[in-house]
């Protein structure tokens, strides 16, 4: 709960897409977006304040426990970073998620697959 | 995002990152050997309306096996403040190397793939994207 508050608090939310099941070695793709305004460190707001440097800087995908994916993120991503990707289903089990504030907040989501 | 960035400007006096600096960046990773353009493909806009938010596709062709996959795939651009737009790091058991993501582009630039591959060879990609109204911030 208190993880569900906080993401709410901050407005930073995780969205995934992923087949709800797949053929044995089929090769799916997984669309991954979350809500973050990717702060440059190189913008003034109206008053004239810098507005300071915050990006999600690092994101991960694992399954059934073992990182297959990951992405070192710099401020030329846009805002709410949006990243797909392939993943070749060996079995059924579950991804999981995780995205990485510079600031060191983490945020994360589970989706599970089957196979058909 | 289109009222962001009315609200905000650039910094002024930004520097930029140039050619010379992604070719720097790309020398540093490949150690000057060669990187051959068939094995990859990059995707975007030749026009980019709104340079906040650009869509940015690539494919390399690779088996992805666990003794011949892409290891890396950087992602470079020569107008915008950092030379560095991203890395992503593939596995074997993700059975294909394509990717796709949104990024900035603050004026007309080029943008580039670099491929690293298991073997230690290279593949590069770059395209042009011409820019409308620039994305601040980038």
Same mark, same amino acid.
């Not at chain 2, 490949?30 to 353009?37: L, P, Q």
């Given at each position: &709960?208190?993880? *569900?508050? #906080?993401?709410? &608090?901050?407005?930073?939310?995780?969205?995934?897409?992923?087949?709800?099941?797949?053929?044995? #070695? $089929?090769?799916? $793709?997984?669309?991954?977006?979350?809500?973050?305004?990717?702060? +440059?460190?190189?913008?003034? #707001?109206?008053?004239?304040?810098?507005?300071?440097?915050?990006?999600? +800087?690092? %994101? $991960?995908?694992? %399954?059934?426990? *073992?990182?297959?994916? +990951?992405? #070192?993120?710099?401020? +030329?991503?846009?805002?709410?970073?949006?990243?797909?990707?392939? %993943? *070749?289903?060996?079995?059924?089990?579950?991804?999981? %998620?995780?995205?990485? $504030?510079?600031?060191?907040?983490?945020?994360?989501?589970? *989706?599970?697959?089957?196979?058909? | 995002?289109?009222?962001?960035?009315?609200?905000?400007?650039?910094?002024?006096?930004?520097?930029?990152?140039?050619?010379?600096? /992604?070719?720097?960046?790309?020398?540093?990773?490949?150690?000057?050997?060669? @990187?051959?353009?068939?094995?990859?493909?990059?995707?975007?806009?030749?026009? =980019?309306?709104?340079?906040?938010?650009?869509?940015?596709? !690539?494919?390399?062709?690779?088996?992805?096996?666990?003794?011949?996959? /892409?290891?890396?795939?950087?992602?470079?651009?020569?107008?915008?403040?950092?030379?560095?737009? @991203?890395? !992503?790091? !593939?596995?074997? @058991?993700?059975?294909?190397?394509?990717?796709?993501?949104?990024?900035?582009?603050?004026?007309?630039?080029?943008?580039?793939?670099?491929?690293?591959?298991?073997?230690?060879? !290279? =593949?590069?990609?770059?395209?042009?994207?011409?820019?409308?109204?620039?994305?601040?911030?980038?």
């Amino acid at each position: &709960m208190a993880v *569900k508050e #906080d993401i709410q &608090m901050s407005d930073v939310k995780p969205r995934v897409k992923v087949p709800k099941k797949a053929d044995k #070695d $089929e090769v799916i $793709e997984i669309k991954t977006l979350i809500r973050h305004p990717m702060h +440059s460190g190189r913008v003034v #707001d109206g008053d004239g304040n810098t507005i300071p440097k915050k990006i999600i +800087s690092r %994101f $991960e995908a694992k %399954f059934n426990g *073992k990182t297959f994916f +990951s992405v #070192d993120i710099k401020p +030329s991503i846009s805002q709410n970073p949006y990243l797909l990707f392939p %993943f *070749k289903v060996t079995e059924a089990g579950t991804f999981e %998620f995780l995205w990485v $504030e510079d600031t060191g907040e983490e945020f994360t989501l589970k *989706k599970k697959i089957k196979l058909n | 995002m289109l009222g962001a960035a009315s609200a905000s400007l650039a910094l002024p006096g930004t520097a930029f990152a140039t050619v010379d600096a /992604v070719s720097g960046r790309i020398a540093s990773i490949t150690n000057g050997s060669d @990187a051959s353009g068939d094995i990859i493909s990059l995707d975007m806009p030749e026009i =980019a309306e709104n340079g906040n938010q650009v869509k940015l596709s !690539f494919e390399v062709e690779s088996p992805m096996t666990d003794d011949d996959y /892409v290891k890396t795939v950087y992602i470079f651009a020569d107008g915008n403040p950092e030379p560095d737009v @991203a890395q !992503f790091h !593939f596995t074997p @058991a993700m059975g294909a190397c394509y990717g796709s993501t949104r990024m900035r582009l603050s004026k007309t630039q080029n943008v580039y793939v670099l491929a690293a591959l298991s073997n230690g060879s !290279f =593949a590069r990609a770059e395209t042009t994207v011409k820019v409308t109204i620039g994305g601040c911030g980038g």
